[in-house]
Structures are given as C-alpha cells and as structure tokens.
C-alpha cells in the first residue's frame, strides 16, 4: 500500500470490508416480494446499483420492477422490511479477503481507519461488531436517505479532515462520484463486475483488499 502523506483511510463497507453485497440483494427482493420470479429480477438490479443511498435502491425498484408508484406506507415498509431481514443476514456474512490484515496494518501505521456506508448507523455498527471489526476502526459513520457524497462531505465537516490527507477504498462508481466529487484520491475494489470499466483517474481496481494490501 502506498500511503505517503495519508492520514485517514475510508472504508465503504459492504463489498468491500464484508462480502455482503448478495447477501443485501437478496435481502431487498424479499423484502419487496415473495416472487421468486420478481426477486431474481430484484436482485439482478440491486447489484448493479453500487455506492447509492437505500432510499434511492428502494424508489429505483419500485419504478423500474415493481412498477407502479407507492402505495401510503408502503416506501416505509420497504425500508423497514429490508432493515430487519438485511441486518440479521449482513451479521452472517464473511469479511473480504484481506480485510482484517489490512485494517491492521493501517493501525500500526498509526493511520485513522473509517467505516462509511449508506447503511444508516445503528444498523452498521451492529453489523461491524458482530463481525469483530468495531475495535479495528476509530470512526463508523452510516447514511440513510441522501447520496454517498453527502454522507461524506458530513464526515469531511464533523473531523475538519483535510482531503488531500484522506483515501477512499470503494467497490461503486457513487464511491467514485464521491471521492471526485470531495478531490479525495480513490482506490477501486471489484472482483471482476467491470464496474470502473471505462473510468479513470484512481488506483486499480483490485479484485480485494488483499491484493491492493500487497501491492
């Protein structure tokens, strides 16, 4: 890893620290539907939709599968739905190859290591606990219903950290969009989706955490 002059490294989470990414697919197209056919349609999308706020993943499906607007109540259904089944399943998932090392290593260095998610809070903190990272992180912001790069620009305010000082590691061109968006360097994570295919301007993509901690 090449650190000179970094001081914060942030994480995204899901994809990147954990290997959640199906996982939360699957948990969303249940919590829309019982469909087996509508699910697999859910899925399929969700993956596709990387470094997006959840409120913007459950609107997008509701237009684009579901079809039709939202019923009264029925956006917040989903939210909860999807709450309540995802955050039992993301606490079972496994980490990313190379995640618990390169967390470590970063400590050693004595560089300030950041979980930052679209999951809102609580959730993730429940989530990175149950996996054993919680004591490997100094900082765990989550989001909610607003995009990446407003996540992050909250958490550039809240520490007055300096951007040039700072690194992402992202798996999602809104981690990308984010990053740019901030002027804070990038390194891409993807295990061969050809996510970044076509962008430039960052480091990688490495397929893991493992890979860009040996590089």
């Known amino acids: 890893m090449h650190l000179d002059g970094i001081r914060q490294v942030i994480f995204d989470v899901n994809g990147v620290l954990i290997d959640s990414n199906l996982t939360n697919a699957q948990s969303m197209a249940a919590a829309f539907t019982g469909d087996s056919g509508l699910r697999e349609r859910i899925v399929a999308r969700y993956l596709t939709l990387t470094g997006i706020d959840r409120g913007t993943k459950i609107r997008r499906i509701q237009e684009e599968i579901i079809g039709r607007p939202f019923e009264e109540g029925e956006y917040e259904l989903r939210w909860e739905g999807f709450k309540r089944i995802g955050g039992t399943a993301m606490r079972r998932v496994p980490l990313m190859p ?3 090392e390169v967390l470590d290593e970063l400590g050693r260095r004595n ?19 149950a996996q054993g990272l919680h004591g490997r ?15 992050l620009r909250r958490l550039l305010e809240e520490f007055h ?12 061109r809104g981690d990308l969009a984010a990053a740019r968006q901030a002027g804070i360097a990038f390194v891409a994570i993807d295990p061969g989706t050809g996510e970044f295919d076509g962008e430039s301007g960052f480091e990688g993509p490495y397929p893991n955490l493992a890979s860009w901690g040996q590089a």
């Open 98 to 100: 190379g995640c618990e």
């Open 111 to 129: 560089i300030t290591r950041i979980a930052l998610s679209n999951t809102p809070v609580s959730e993730l903190e429940q989530c990175l606990a």
């Open 137 to 151: 992180l100094e900082v765990i912001r989550g989001g909610g219903d607003w995009t990446k790069a407003e996540s």
């Open 161 to 172: 950290y300096a951007p040039d000082e700072c690194l992402i590691v992202g798996d999602g």
